[in-house]
């Protein structure tokens, strides 16, 4: 299908998106990499007045580091975060995630922070940045604000980015010494949405887990960070008897939701085998 | 609010200025503004792949960029690297392999296949089978698709 007709603004500032968003209020979109928008725009899912195209802000696409911190700005596209060495070297999970989400052609379009704000229960970054406890950098017309990835979702779709602010960039704590990285997703076609998936990070002191952090993707109606199952390794053993009380931890965390792919039972029973195999990998 | 744009871009080397309705994507702009119908609408949200284009050097979903958001840009479609022979070689493996049959995806699979060749020269036959999973086939079932672009990676490398 085709989008309802809307206007198009490409805004060249900061001031202008505010003043489109204060005007428009919710009949205005934020037009990112317009990979997931485009979309709903297509099927009439969604049909705003205006489309608010941020792709022309400058200064808003960089990827840094300072050692201690990686910082992903809103506009990055995949395939940059995909090649950035600072990634690689400071954030390996993500570097692990990148190959999973969506496809080349999509990936060139598509941006860190639209993923984010997006929110999308399904999608690999929003649960990576919650496994990694990345801060999101939110920006209004007075200034910023800085919300942890754990407060930032809230629910199906929906954040704590209000209606007249803009998330710009994201701070990821730097994979530390010792820290070690582990992704698992099951998809039935490579890049499509998976039925459900996690990213680890953790670390092993001697045969001890610790600081582990266990994000979900497809398994509730938000990124899921798995407390229970998190409590059920941090200074247990790497055993066979911890591995499963974290598997049968999962049911307390997670609440995936029914859909084509299968019954929520048939993802819970997924979520166990692939957080073994995770954990497996983590280890290895 | 005007929900008309002025546009310009290039078009397989070629300025073009339009105004067009802003809802326009940019592979609907190809066909029907520019009258490039090698560039296919399959799924229109971004699944199939029929719909890919070259824009600023690198392929993109050309069902979820409006035609608007190529102002200024370099846009290449099949026609326009067909007609530069720079896609010669992949054709002709598409062909010799029999890796076409109703030819709606080959479009898209062609610049596929082409980007990823710019960015690795010896891909593994895993890695071609990954880099075109965006870019769905309902004839071949992959496998000649496979062995033409393995087979051109081999003759580029020379």
Redesign the interface.
């Known amino acids: 299908m085709k989008p309802a007709p809307f206007a198009y603004v490409r805004a060249e500032t900061l001031d202008q998106v505010f003043d489109l968003l204060d005007e428009y209020g919710d009949e205005a979109k934020i037009l990112a990499g317009g990979q997931s928008l485009m979309a709903t725009l297509n099927m009439r899912l969604s049909t705003p007045e205006v489309l608010i195209d941020i792709n022309h802000l400058e200064g808003l696409s960089d990827i840094s580091s300072d050692g201690d911190v990686l910082r992903i700005g809103a506009l990055a596209r995949h395939s940059d975060v995909l090649e950035s060495e600072h990634v690689q070297k400071h954030a390996p999970l993500i570097a692990k995630t990148m190959p999973h989400v969506a496809h080349q052609a999509i990936r060139n379009r598509g941006t860190f922070g639209g993923s984010v704000a997006f929110a999308d229960p399904a999608a690999e970054l929003p649960a990576v940045t919650r496994a990694l406890g990345a801060i999101f950098v939110l920006q209004g017309r007075d200034g910023q604000r800085k919300v942890a990835a754990d407060d930032f979702f809230q629910g199906l779709f929906e954040t704590d980015l209000k209606e007249n602010e803009l998330l710009v960039g994201a701070e990821i704590p730097a994979i530390k010494d010792g820290e070690r990285t582990a992704f698992m997703e099951l998809a039935r076609r490579h890049g499509d949405y998976a039925i459900v998936g996690l990213a680890v990070q953790g670390r092993l002191e001697g045969d001890t887990f610790a600081d582990m952090r266990l994000g979900f993707f497809g398994a509730g109606d938000q990124p899921i960070l798995a407390k229970s199952a998190i409590a059920a390794l941090n200074g247990q053993p790497n055993n066979e008897g911890t591995i499963k009380n974290a598997q049968d931890a999962l049911d307390a965390d997670l609440d995936p939701m029914p859909d084509l792919n299968g019954p929520a039972e048939m993802k819970m029973h997924l979520a166990r085998v692939l957080t073994k195999r995770a954990l497996a990998e983590l280890a290895a | 609010?005007?929900?008309n744009?002025d546009i310009t871009m290039k078009v397989n080397g070629q300025t073009v200025s339009r105004r067009i309705?802003?809802?326009t994507?940019l592979v609907?702009f190809v066909r029907y503004d520019m009258e490039l119908t090698g560039s296919h609408v399959g799924c229109?949200?971004?699944?199939c792949?029929a719909c890919?284009i070259r824009v600023d050097g690198?392929?993109?979903?050309g069902?979820?960029?409006?035609a608007?958001?190529a102002?200024g840009a370099e846009v290449e479609t099949i026609e326009g690297l067909s007609d530069a022979g720079e896609i010669a070689d992949l054709q002709k493996a598409f062909h010799e392999r029999n890796a076409v049959q109703c030819g709606f995806c080959t479009p898209g699979m062609l610049l596929?296949a082409q980007?990823?060749l710019t960015k690795n020269s010896s891909p593994s036959r895993e890695e071609i089978?990954?880099?075109i999973?965006?870019?769905y086939c309902r004839c071949t079932g992959y496998q000649a698709i496979v062995d033409a672009i393995d087979r051109v990676a081999e003759e580029r490398r020379g």
């Not at chain 2, 069902?63 to 409006?66: S, Y």
Request: proline residues 3%; negative net charge.
């Open positions: 609010m005007d929900q744009v309705p802003a809802r994507n609907d229109e949200h971004g699944v792949g890919t690198a392929i993109v979903r069902c979820l960029m409006l608007a958001q102002e596929t980007e990823l089978r990954e880099f999973s965006g870019n």
